[in-house]
């Protein structure tokens, strides 16, 4: 079965995709397929496939079925020396095997051809159908057939060996899956050959005008397939490829396939595949895809290409390939990125997820929104970190390089995680796991009744020396009930004292002992614990705006964007159907209910919340950390808070012209989890979080 893989997405950018529907999964009742030989020749001015397969059937398969695109049309179907009749129907080809003699394998050959001229994204816009409907497609720009497209006959089992020779216009290069054994370009022809030791999933084939850059690293083939335009950001790519190979590999054992390839896409999108990875052209030149989307991919090298997702319980792989690299590289850069990750899943859960987008994460197969990218990849994620957390890093890594050692190149389940996690733990995990797989939502906990006592004050219990200060309180959660290990901090004018409460129930009580005069006590103030935040602990951000429930949008005198730049600005957001009204409109009642969005400095100051620290506003541009972004090219985009108790939100959009917010109002849907935004001189220059007040 195949998985395509999504890139990264972090409410960043566009990319993506996800296991489809696959070719149906492994029947173990079935005899072995020995290989499959493919070859194709590629017609791009066409549209046109012509495609000749060769399936060796194991002896004693009796009947084959065969996925092919419902729109080809089959030429023949042959047994050696024989031509056999077929069926072929809704994309299937059902044919009768002929006897052989004794224990021989049976080579079917299929030739065939189709079109493909799936009509391609024209926007690199932020949308949430992973694939962009776009299956097969074969132009003079380019080619990509998916797995899903039935470019080529899939048997309903992956064959042991595979291969694909490709044949295209002199100066088309193609690549799929495997090792490149070789590639030519004689007369007018361009062909390749490549061939797979330990093949997995379907096979998607691209093909385009690339330019190659190639190296060897510790045994893989490391190559780039980009087109001439980004053929400049080769030598990045590579270096950044073998470095993260070299982790992972030291992480979980040796890459799983014979080459690693970064290809570029034609249309604007991101895939991964076994031993490749697509991206879309703009998302290349974009300076921060080398450290997430990229290495994001590169995991799933391990974990969901050459291990696969058996659905059966939920895909588990988005969640870990998220854990360990989008968060994995972080924390390895600094405990407070990793921490700033943690509460950033937890504020998208809390903001995205309502309760009838929820679902438990067995239940999720692919992202098809922001809510079950939150939970899919969010919380799967926090609940890796939390094994890890519970077991400790040596048995955590411990049981993925066990389950990569066992489980390559065939599926596992959350299953699979969960006994590889309790054997290399020593521990029994089961209703650990059980609570956070099959149960939607997360625990809601708070502090509760939190007193505290100076010894001379009371009777001096828990106070052998008769100085000191008792804390104490309880931890309260809400129905479902979950077993939790809930850190506590106890700041105080000395060293903060932690303490790991155990939680069953409605409360638990706790208490601490501190010599010195107790400041603030922190419920997992390192956002180690995947939970439900309270309103108050999130910090405000662009996804808080795209979550607004009653959102109205103020234009003011000093707004610069035209009013059609604006609306898209808003439509872009998720906020179409968002009221528009003039600053001078504005009355009283609207402005205490409603979550507001400023195009434009409002005359009256007090309609935005205060500021944060380091930003300040001028006629004449922003001034953000001491940078001043004069006019016209620039744009600041800020989320606040009103000031508690009030739950409402406030947006500034302030772009310096009307060409700068024709050039980066687009791109703000794309940095949901920031607060704080700046644009100028074509690129983003800031962002940030800015903490609730
Ligand atoms: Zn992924």
């Known amino acids: 079965m195949m998985c395509v893989m999504r890139l990264l997405l972090l409410t960043m950018i566009f990319l993506s995709l996800s296991c489809p529907v696959y070719a149906d999964s492994p029947d173990r009742q079935e005899p072995a397929l020995q290989r499959q030989e493919i070859e194709v020749t590629l017609k791009p001015a066409e549209h046109l496939l012509l495609g000749v397969s060769t399936v060796t059937f194991a002896a004693g398969t009796q009947r084959a079925f065969l996925k092919l695109s419902p729109t080809a049309h089959i030429e023949s179907v042959t047994a050696p020396g024989t031509k056999l009749p077929f069926s072929f129907s809704d994309g299937t080809l059902s044919l009768n095997i002929p006897k052989a003699s004794g224990q021989e394998a049976v080579p079917i050959t299929v030739t065939y051809r ?205 969640g870990l390939a998220t854990y360990l690299a989008d968060y994995l590289l972080k924390e390895r850069r600094s405990t407070a990125e990793g921490r700033e990750y943690r509460v950033q899943l937890l504020s998208d859960f809390a903001t995205l997820v309502t309760a009838a987008a929820d679902f438990p994460l067995v239940a999720f197969s692919s992202r098809v929104d922001p809510a079950s990218r939150s939970i899919g990849y969010g919380k799967s994620a926090m609940v890796f970190h939390m094994v890890r957390t519970e077991i400790g890093d040596r048995a955590f890594f411990g049981a993925l390089r066990e389950i990569y050692r066992e489980r390559r190149y065939r599926a596992a389940t959350w299953g699979d995680f969960t006994r590889a996690f309790s054997r290399s733990s020593g521990r029994d995990l089961s209703a650990f796991m059980q609570q956070w797989l099959t149960r939607p939502g997360g625990p809601r906990v708070v502090l509760s009744n939190v007193t505290h006592r100076h010894e001379g004050e009371g009777q001096g219990e828990g106070q052998r020396d008769g100085r000191g200060w008792t804390v104490s309180g309880s931890v309260v959660q809400s129905p479902p009930f979950y077993e939790l290990q809930v850190p506590l901090r106890l700041e105080s004018d000395g060293a903060a004292i932690r303490k790991i409460l155990p939680l069953t129930g409605a409360e638990t009580p ?70 528009v009204i003039r600053e001078d409109k504005l009355d009283e009642e609207r402005l205490r209910t409603h979550d507001l969005i400023f195009c434009g400095i409002p005359k009256q100051r007090s309609l935005l919340p205060p500021l944060p620290s380091g930003i300040s506003l001028r006629s004449t541009g922003f001034t953000i950390n001491e940078d001043v972004v004069p006019a016209p090219d620039g744009l600041l985009f800020l989320v606040l808070p009103f000031p508690a108790p009030s739950v409402r939100i406030a947006a500034l959009f302030l772009p310096l012209s009307e060409t700068a917010a024709e050039q980066y109002a687009a791109k703000i849907t794309h940095y949901g989890k920031y607060g704080s935004l700046v644009f100028t001189g074509g690129a983003i220059r800031h962002k940030g979080t800015i903490p609730h007040l």
Request: hydrophobic share 35%; proline share 8%.
């Open 114 to 318: 189709a079109l493909f001229n799936d009509p391609l994204p024209q926007h690199s816009g932020s949308s949430e159908d992973p694939t962009y409907g776009v299956n097969g497609a074969i132009t003079t720009q380019g080619t990509f057939l998916g797995g899903a497209a039935g470019w080529y006959p899939v048997p309903p089992t992956v064959p042991l060996k595979r291969s694909v020779q490709v044949f295209a216009p002199a100066g088309t290069e193609a690549l799929t899956a495997g090792r490149r054994v070789k590639r030519s370009t004689k007369g007018s022809v361009t062909s390749s050959l490549w061939e797979e030791e330990h093949p997995v999933g379907t096979l998607t084939l691209c093909a385009g005008p690339y330019r190659i850059e190639e190296r060897r690293e510790a045994g893989v083939d490391l190559y780039s397939y980009f087109y001439p335009d980004n053929a400049s950001l080769s030598s990045r790519y590579l270096d950044a490829a073998a470095r993260y190979l070299r982790f992972y590999s030291d992480l979980f054992g040796p890459y799983p396939f014979e080459k690693f390839a970064v290809v570029e896409n034609f249309f604007p999108t991101g895939y991964g595949f076994s031993s490749f990875t697509l991206l879309g052209s703009a998302i290349i030149r974009l300076p921060f895809i080398i450290d997430t989307s990229f290495p994001h991919e590169i995991a799933h090298s391990w974990w969901g290409n050459a291990i696969e997702v058996d659905q059966s319980e939920g895909n588990w792989a988005e």
């Open 510 to 579: 706790f208490t601490f002992s501190t010599p010195t005069e107790p400041q603030q006590l922190l419920l997992d103030p390192d956002a180690e614990l995947f939970r439900v935040l309270a309103p108050g602990e999130i910090p405000v951000t662009v996804n808080s705006i795209k979550g607004s429930k009653q959102l109205l949008a103020v234009i003011t005198e000093d707004c610069r964007a035209g009013d059609a730049t604006f609306k898209r600005f808003l439509e872009s957001l998720g906020k179409s159907g968002t009221t």
